[in-house]
């Protein structure tokens, strides 16, 4: 489901340029929410989803969670499905069809569940502005644009919205290459807490269809 795996765009982008009245500019920005996340030893979020249809009109929300710790241990809950990876294997299990696809993690993966090929590959792909500052609830929140380099990438155009005072982004909405519309909107980010490492592991259950790649 490779919608799903944008959701890792929020908290992980890069590049360039362009003044706001405070000083800052999206280079700045978006290195302040690099070094949050380099600073984390783990960081665990609950959202919501939201997928609208262009050629429809119809939509479908969901709520999900993702949780990260270093170094590459991550697992992303959306629906019904979920993907896992500890650093050395992957799983990806699908609910629907009680199927677990288990595989290698690939040296230097330039899968988009990963997160350092976000930070140092596929978000360099992108150009960044502010476009606007907001206060909501009381917070300030930077608002920055980002357009793809290449015209036939996956993500066409994305907004981001980044509080000053976390440098966690906590709302992205982003439209694909077939016109469609994705949101993600951060309800809880917990950062450093006590986190199981039974999250970063699957275990295939009797009856399950099992495919294992490695």
Do not use: C
């Not at 908290?11 to 920005?29: D, Q, R, T, V």
């Not at 502005?129 to 909501?136: G, K, P, V």
């Not at 906590?170 to 809880?188: H, K, M």
């Amino acid at each position: 489901m490779r919608y799903y795996n944008y959701f890792l765009l929020l908290i992980l982008f890069w590049n360039p340029l362009h003044e706001a009245k405070s000083g800052e500019n999206a280079a700045s920005i978006i290195k302040k929410v690099q070094k949050k996340f380099k600073s984390a030893d783990n960081i665990a979020v609950k959202f919501d989803y939201t997928f609208k249809w262009k050629l429809t009109g119809k939509s479908q929300s969901l709520q999900g969670s993702m949780f990260f710790k270093k170094e590459n241990n991550v697992r992303y809950e959306l629906g019904q499905q979920l993907n896992i990876t500890n650093g050395e294997t992957v799983w990806q299990y699908s609910e629907a069809n009680n199927q677990v696809i288990i595989d290698k993690l690939k040296p230097k993966s330039k899968s988009l569940f990963m997160p350092k090929y976000f930070l140092y590959d596929y978000l360099e792909q992108f150009i960044a502005e502010i476009i606007s500052r907001e206060t909501i609830k009381g917070r300030e929140f930077y608002i920055l644009k980002m357009l793809p380099k290449d015209k036939d990438d996956f993500v066409q155009n994305m907004k981001v919205w980044v509080p000053s005072d976390t440098w966690i982004a906590e709302r992205f909405e982003y439209t694909d290459l077939e016109g469609n519309s994705i949101s993600y909107v951060f309800t809880q980010i917990l950062v450093d807490k006590a986190m199981d490492a039974r999250l970063f592991d699957f275990k295939a259950e009797r009856g399950m269809d099992v495919i294992d790649l490695r």
